[in-house]
């Protein structure tokens, strides 16, 4: 594993937030949108409360709001079933510019969009300030199944590698006067898929004997974790987002 191993989502930058440890984000992650889940959805006042939260972190973290919104389009299609809850939704109704809508469509509708907006968004600044070794690491170190973080750092190692064999089989394929671009030779793109299938499955085989030699047990080595732990002062620091976002939620259920 690699420093160089980033992700598309990825901005460098030498922000507080790029700079908080790991476990401190994604923790920080979890927790505000926990706080936004259990928030009322007619407490419209809080979510903008939210949103004002999110704008914040984002220019801590130098992360433009075009760049949010782009990548937050990955949610169109909640969006387009929260639009329509209003015209499919039961019980009370009300107009709007001359058009019934359900009232506990319009709820629904806004509480899908609005927390689901919210979490995308949290996840993109979570994404944008980490690189993937680093949030698997932040996982280990939050105690997540050693099974889970192993299986995600071996498939982001070797990614690159089945990506270059794809690659070179394509181009075998090509020169030999295959196009899997028609219908008729999907039968060749299927036997080649498979074919990749069984050459990652031996060189995962090979690596595992590999590993097993130089005294892999089952657990990743101890200088796995290595240095830069998250401090009392930097959990103080991550948690200061979540605990607002708390005081919000908690202020909406009492007000609601």
Known sequence: MGAGHAHVLYRESASPVHRLPPEVKIAAMVLFTLAVVATPRTAFWAFGGYALLVAAVAALARVGPGW??????????????????????????????GVAL??????????????????????????????????????????CPQVLTQIATFMLRYL??????????????????DDPRFLW????????????????????????????????????????????????????AGASVPLVAAGIAAAAVVLT
């Open 68 to 97: 949010l919104l782009r990548r937050a389009a990955i949610e169109l299609p909640f969006v387009l079933f929260a639009f329509a809850l209003p015209f499919l939704g039961a019980g009370e109704r009300v107009e709007v510019a």
């Open 185 to 236: 030779q999907l039968r060749g793109f299927a036997a080649g898929i498979g074919a990749l299938f069984l050459r990652a499955f031996e060189r995962g085989e090979r690596v595992y004997l590999a590993m097993v030699s130089r005294g892999y047990s089952g657990r990743m080595p101890a200088v796995w974790q290595g240095a830069g732990a998250a401090t009392a002062g930097q959990w103080l």
């Open 102 to 143: 359900s009232v506990d469509g319009l709820l629904g509708g806004w509480n899908i969009l609005a927390k689901g907006t919210l979490g995308v968004l949290a996840s993109l600044l979570l994404a944008a300030t980490t690189t993937t070794r680093d949030l698997i690491l932040g996982l280990d170190r939050l105690r």
């Open 160 to 177: 690159d590698v089945l990506v270059g064999e794809a690659r070179r089989m394509r181009v075998a394929r090509i020169s030999r006067g």
